[in-house]
């Protein structure tokens, strides 16, 4: 992390990066955001399209391991996930574990 303040950190990225953005620019909106979200606590989403394609990967992969017979509670420690997040990727009603096609193992 570059900098502790977030905004400081995005800020200049968008300048090294993006060298087409007038600076005035940069500052105008720098202080815009600063003006409506200044001193509250954010929390920032790991997503984002990258995220959600990341996301939708690692749940194909919950339900393929799932189908071929994997437990729940394998799959979560091997995801970081919690076994309730599990069971919502399976669509599971109620919590309660449905079996895959072959599947005994919860």
Known sequence: MAHLDLISDIF???AERHAKIPPKVLR???AEVRADW???RHYIAKQGETGREQMAE???AIRRDYAHGERIDFLARRHGISVKR???ILDLPGGAPWL?????RI
């Open 100 to 104: 895959a096609p072959g599947n005994t």
């Open 58 to 60: 690692r749940d194909a």
């Open 28 to 30: 105008d909106v720098e």
């Open 86 to 88: 599990v069971r919502q």
């Open 38 to 40: 200044g001193g509250e």
């Open 12 to 14: 200049q990225r968008l």
